[in-house]
């Protein structure tokens, strides 16, 4: 979901070109923009992580373990394609972008999480 935060500025920027011709007032309002974006991905960014949390604390094992276990699974997946298929000379399929995606956000949902785990555990001493 972060990662549509830098996506949407430069539509809204258009917009704020073909809708406000004065530059002054335009500047203003592209300060304003990027201040109400960078505050949402902040919030964003703790949603995240209380998410993560609440799954790492779940009564579940399979709910504390079901995102550590996939990125395993793509762990193997990659290292599949890019290590040991090169070695035999076997045809190999290429890694949808979709999951290089979840990939991406599954990882940096973890490095968030655990940031943030860390960070409590620092600020109560």
């Given at each position: 979901m972060l990662q549509f935060l830098p996506l949407l500025f430069p539509i809204l920027e258009k917009t704020?070109?073909?809708?406000l011709p004065d530059t002054v007032q335009k500047d203003k309002v592209r300060a304003e923009l990027q201040t109400a974006l960078l505050?949402?991905?902040?919030e964003l960014e703790?949603?995240?992580a209380n998410i993560i949390m609440s799954e790492a604390n779940g009564e579940s094992w399979l709910q504390r373990n079901w995102r550590p276990m996939l990125m395993v699974l793509f762990g193997v997946i990659i290292a599949n394609n890019f290590l040991i298929v090169p070695i035999f000379n076997t045809p190999t399929a290429d890694i949808p972008p979709d999951m290089w995606d979840l990939l991406k956000l599954g990882l940096g949902g973890y490095v968030l999480g655990r940031s943030?785990?860390?960070g409590i555990r620092v600020w109560k001493g």
């Open positions: 704020l070109d073909r809708v505050a949402n991905s902040a703790r949603t995240a943030a785990e860390k």
